[in-house]
């Protein structure tokens, strides 16, 4: 019986032990899940505060690669002169900014970037020179100014004769006043000698063509027979072949003639090339007329363009001389036969100049400040020989046809 009673002690102390276990076991589950709820509740509870106190939640470090592209920027920004910009990428620098691409994605990195923008400052390239090295084409030139049967009136002139309310203002306001000459300003190509002479150009005249010459400035008055007067008219001269070259014919001008009549019904059909005179003998076919090259007009074909290839040539022998020299040389030599160009001059009572001019306005063409030395001299002249021009139209147009002619004295004109 004791036995009995013993065993079942035992197992009611063992049960007792188990529980009491259990119930520890619990307790202490319980309180490490409070635990770790109070803990929880704490880290909300101070992310919240740090917010709302503007400090943001706490960072972990930033990986090491990030580090070292920062530290590149800091050492690309101490690098850098004290007075140079950082590149600022926009649409202006897409303008002057000649940059190169391999047409790859590229990585997106800030290294990647800054070895871009330091290529693109290194080959910025002014405006001017880019428009400097802009290829010009002639030939598309030539093809809208010229008239149905590819004839251009053309001229050539440099900053100096090209500056506002000087030779070029008067010469296009002379088409505007002309008889029957609005309509040969819509054929008219400039060359211009230069830079400057070039926009201003374009700033008046819808067809303009910049000449340039390879260490030449052609740019100030070119006083005759002094500089680089030679050259100038030279190039001039070897220009006016290659239009010949290209097809077209021209009549050429200087832009110091005012323009009062169409010219060509005074030209031949049949013509090849005709000259102005400084003094005209009264026979257009005489070699003993005094050229001028201030007006010329050359019809393109084999015959003209081998004259001028002889006329280029002839330079050689009679060195420190300009074309219109050698021109009246070959001439009176006689141009050689198997050219077959026939030579012809213009008559002044219809293509005069100051140093010989018609009287009678009713016939007169052009008028050139030819025989005057200085360009305020032959600007004044010319102002003066326009005002005479809208005088004459002006009493014509009211049937007043008395005597009347160019004023004297002038500075130029007698």
């Known amino acids: 019986m004791y036995s009995h009673s013993s065993h079942r002690a035992s197992r009611y102390l063992l049960g007792l032990a188990t529980s009491v276990r259990a119930s520890r076991s619990m307790k202490s589950a319980t309180s490490l899940l409070l635990g770790a709820a109070l803990a929880t509740a704490f880290f909300l509870l101070y992310t919240s505060v740090r917010r709302d106190l503007g400090d943001g939640p706490a960072r972990s470090p930033p990986p090491r690669w990030t580090q070292e592209k920062g530290e590149d920027s800091v050492r690309a920004a101490a690098d850098r002169p004290n007075n140079q910009e950082p590149v600022v990428k926009g649409e202006q620098e897409k303008k002057d900014v000649v940059t190169s691409s391999d047409g790859g994605g590229g990585d997106g990195s800030s290294s990647h970037q800054q070895k871009q923008q330091h290529q693109q400052q290194q080959i910025v390239m002014p405006a001017e020179q880019q428009q400097k090295e802009k290829p010009q084409d002639l030939a598309d030139l030539l093809r809208r100014a010229a008239t149905a049967d590819r004839t251009v009136l053309m001229t050539a002139l440099n900053e100096a004769w090209a500056a506002p309310g000087s030779f070029l203002d008067l010469f296009l306001e002379s088409f505007r006043h002309g008889e029957n000459t609005a309509y040969l300003v819509q054929h008219l190509l400039v060359v211009a000698m230069d830079k400057k002479a070039f926009d201003r150009c374009n700033a008046v005249h819808p067809f303009c063509y910049w000449f340039r010459v ?201």
Not at 267 to 274: D, E, R
Not at 397 to 404: D, H, K, P, S, W
């Open 214 to 414: 390879e260490g030449m400035d052609f740019a100030a008055e070119q006083k005759y027979m002094k500089g680089d007067y030679l050259e100038m008219m030279w190039n001039r001269n070897k220009f006016q072949q290659t239009i010949l070259e290209l097809g077209y014919t021209f009549l050429f001008t200087d832009v110091d003639i005012l323009w009062f009549r169409d010219p060509f019904p005074r030209i031949s059909p049949t013509a090849q090339l005709v000259m102005s005179s400084d003094f005209f003998v009264g026979d257009p076919d005489s070699v003993g007329n005094y050229p001028n090259g201030g007006l010329l007009y050359v019809k393109s074909c084999a015959g003209t363009i081998g004259f001028y290839k002889h006329w280029q040539s002839s330079r050689e022998r009679f060195p420190g001389m300009h074309e219109q020299y050698v021109f009246d040389k070959i001439v009176k030599e006689g141009v050689p036969p198997h050219l077959g160009t026939k030579v012809q001059f213009l008559d002044t009572n219809y293509f005069g100049g100051f140093c010989q001019h018609g009287n009678d306005l009713g016939k007169v063409c052009t008028m050139h400040a030819n025989c005057c030395v200085g360009l305020e001299n032959k600007l004044f002249d010319l102002k003066n020989v326009l005002e005479d021009w809208k005088t004459y139209k002006a009493r014509a147009a009211v049937g007043n046809t008395e005597y009347f002619s160019w004023r004297v004295p002038g500075r130029c004109i007698h």
